[in-house]
């Protein structure tokens, strides 16, 4: 039976913890990976949370898989790795990828917003 984007998500949601501003803020502190799935267009228009990188959400795979010849060095299944988009959909079904990939420290951050509007600052 064909699954809906609402279960897709349902699931992505149950197997990523979503966490505050303040909490990604913290594990960043301590060396977690920041990734702003947005489309380069968003990130273009806002800028991005400091220190994050910018990998969009079609390409995760082939920057997150160690063996793949496109692979990111930042990435690594020791990491913790913490996921934003503009409101948490994506960064959550991104999540939910890097879990089925062998990730097992993955959190939703939900919106570069709540990055802000926890003091994080942005680079343009």
């Known amino acids: 039976?064909?699954?809906?984007?609402?279960?897709?998500?349902?699931?992505?949601?149950?197997?990523?913890?979503?966490?505050?501003?303040?909490?990604?803020?913290?594990?960043?502190?301590?060396?977690?990976?920041?990734?702003?799935?947005?489309?380069?267009?968003?990130?273009?228009a806002t800028g991005k949370a400091a220190g994050a990188i910018h990998i969009p959400r079609g390409l995760l795979e082939f920057k997150a898989d160690p063996?793949?010849?496109?692979?990111?060095?930042?990435?690594?299944?020791?990491?913790?790795?913490?996921?934003?988009?503009?409101?948490?959909?994506?960064a959550a079904l991104a999540g939910k990828l890097l879990k089925d990939m062998g990730y097992t420290r993955v959190y939703n951050l939900g919106g570069l917003k709540d990055w802000i509007d926890a003091g994080g600052k942005v680079e343009k």
Do not use: W, Y
Not at 4 to 29: C, D, H, W, Y
């Open 67 to 90: 063996t793949a010849p496109t692979a990111d060095k930042n990435f690594s299944t020791e990491k913790t790795v913490i996921l934003h988009c503009a409101s948490g959909g994506r």
């Open 1 to 44: 039976m064909p699954v809906t984007a609402k279960q897709l998500l349902e699931a992505a949601n149950a197997a990523v913890p979503k966490i505050s501003g303040k909490e990604a803020q913290e594990l960043v502190s301590k060396g977690a990976l920041l990734v702003d799935v947005r489309d380069g267009t968003e990130l273009a």
